[in-house]
């Protein structure tokens, strides 16, 4: 199993709707997760951040992990335009420290 | 002005040059990444560092080199370029948290890398 993987998609989802982003992983960065959002040609912008079994809440986020399944998610509710972008699971040991590993990353489009 | 610079933003080159892209930071940051992306395969550890005399290689250093003169700058050298080596390279900086506890990495804005 690659380390971190993720559907490329792309992924639509009407506008006002809930889009959901699911990634699995293997025990080699099974410690600490983060979800970024990336623009065309633009940097990774981290969104969340999650260490510990259950849910984690950030305004309109919420990202979830289940480690006895080995699957990070993110839930993006009220989706708007503008949320459309990549959006990329990394995980890492020792808090990601030693650098993160990254999943290919989703496209996700929301439709007006 | 941004924390964290990346120059130059874009380069093209040709095979065999000797290329070196640099990194800066403002942020006081101990840790500092090379990543590279390339379409369909994600962001890949080059090489990261913890501080001035701590190098460290990540998952695919062969072909690279980095120094890090100081706290605030780290930069990653390509020897004797290749095709292969054709990507967006970002910096990563992290604060240097204790291990175990949160290390959010903020990226540069890329250097946009064509070797001919």
């Known amino acids: 199993q690659k380390e971190v993987e993720q559907n490329s998609g792309p992924l639509s989802v009407p506008e006002g709707a809930i889009a959901s982003l699911n990634c699995t992983y293997s025990?080699?960065?099974?410690?600490?997760f983060f979800w970024y959002r990336q623009y065309s040609g633009k940097s990774p912008e981290l969104i969340m951040s999650?260490?510990?079994?259950g849910d984690k809440e950030d305004g309109r986020f919420t990202a979830q992990l289940n480690k006895a399944s080995q699957y990070v998610s993110l839930l993006i509710r009220d989706s708007q335009p503008s949320d459309s972008a990549t959006y990329l699971c990394?995980?890492?040991?020792?808090?990601?420290?030693?650098?993160?590993?990254f999943g290919k990353g989703t496209h996700l489009i929301i439709q007006p | 002005d941004a924390d964290v610079t990346q120059t130059p933003r874009n380069r093209i080159t040709k095979t065999g040059k000797r290329i070196m892209l640099e990194c800066s930071q403002t942020k006081g940051h101990d840790r500092m990444y090379w990543y590279r992306q390339d379409p369909g395969l994600g962001l890949r550890l080059i090489y990261y560092s913890f501080d001035v005399k701590d190098i460290n290689k990540g998952e695919i250093s062969d072909g690279y080199s980095v120094s890090r003169q100081a706290q605030a700058k780290f930069s990653l050298s390509l020897e004797s370029a290749i095709p292969n080596q054709t990507a967006l390279y970002f910096c990563?900086?992290?604060?240097?948290?204790?291990?175990?506890?949160?290390?959010?990495?903020?990226f540069g804005p890329g250097t946009r890398l064509l070797v001919l």
């Open positions: 025990d080699r960065v099974s410690q600490s």
């Open positions: 990563a900086t992290s604060e240097g948290l204790l291990a175990g506890v949160r290390e959010t990495q903020y």
């Open positions: 990394a995980g890492g040991m020792r808090g990601g420290a030693d650098g993160l590993t």
């Open positions: 999650i260490y510990s079994n």
